[in-house]
């Protein structure tokens, strides 16, 4: 009697965290597997945010903090290689909530690329790929906190104005 779960496993091998080169043509993601390696993407994270150093500094930043590249497009490769591998959906908004803010506060002229160099979305982005595989549900506690605290942040955000207008209405019909 055949094993009923005697169909090939995409599972790469934990030496390269590659997928063997039988399983590679098997379905659409593993074509591309070699760009969501963890190699690959530990270099991708360090050519955005670390390649280069300020000498005498310490203060490290890469190509996205030299040219802006456009705006999110390569970064996002390490949240769709992590949505790939099964991480958690509010890792995963974690990931876009560090990628829109680097995006918005980004796209300030100058202040913007200060920002980059120091914010390095995707060298974060990134170590929450690695925590995340190394202990699967260890961390969802700080990733709900972290967007609990940005929700409470856009919430203000969008409630002062909305309480100024209240209060000058107040204040235009009391005079």
């Known amino acids: 009697m055949p094993n009923p779960d005697s169909s090939p496993k995409t599972i790469a091998t934990p030496a390269t965290g590659q997928l063997p080169p039988e399983l590679l043509s098997q379905d659409r993601w593993n074509r591309g597997a070699w760009l969501f390696r963890d190699r690959t993407l530990h270099g991708l994270e360090i050519l955005l945010d670390e390649a280069f150093v300020i000498p005498g500094t310490g203060i490290r930043f890469g190509l996205d903090g030299i040219i802006g590249l456009v705006p999110g497009l390569v970064s996002l490769v390490i949240p769709l290689a992590a949505w790939i591998r099964g991480v958690p959906y509010v890792t995963l908004a974690r990931m876009a909530a560090n990628l829109g803010i680097g995006v918005l506060v980004g796209s300030i002229p100058l ?32 990733d709900w906190a972290f967007l609990l605290l940005l929700a409470g942040a856009l919430a203000l955000v969008f409630a002062i104005p909305i309480v100024l207008v209240v209060w000058f209405l107040a204040w235009l019909i009391g005079h």
């Open 111 to 142: 202040f913007g690329d200060i920002f980059d160099i120091a914010w390095k979305a995707n060298r974060r982005n990134y170590r929450l790929l690695v925590r995340h595989l190394g202990e699967p549900r260890r961390h969802t506690g700080r």
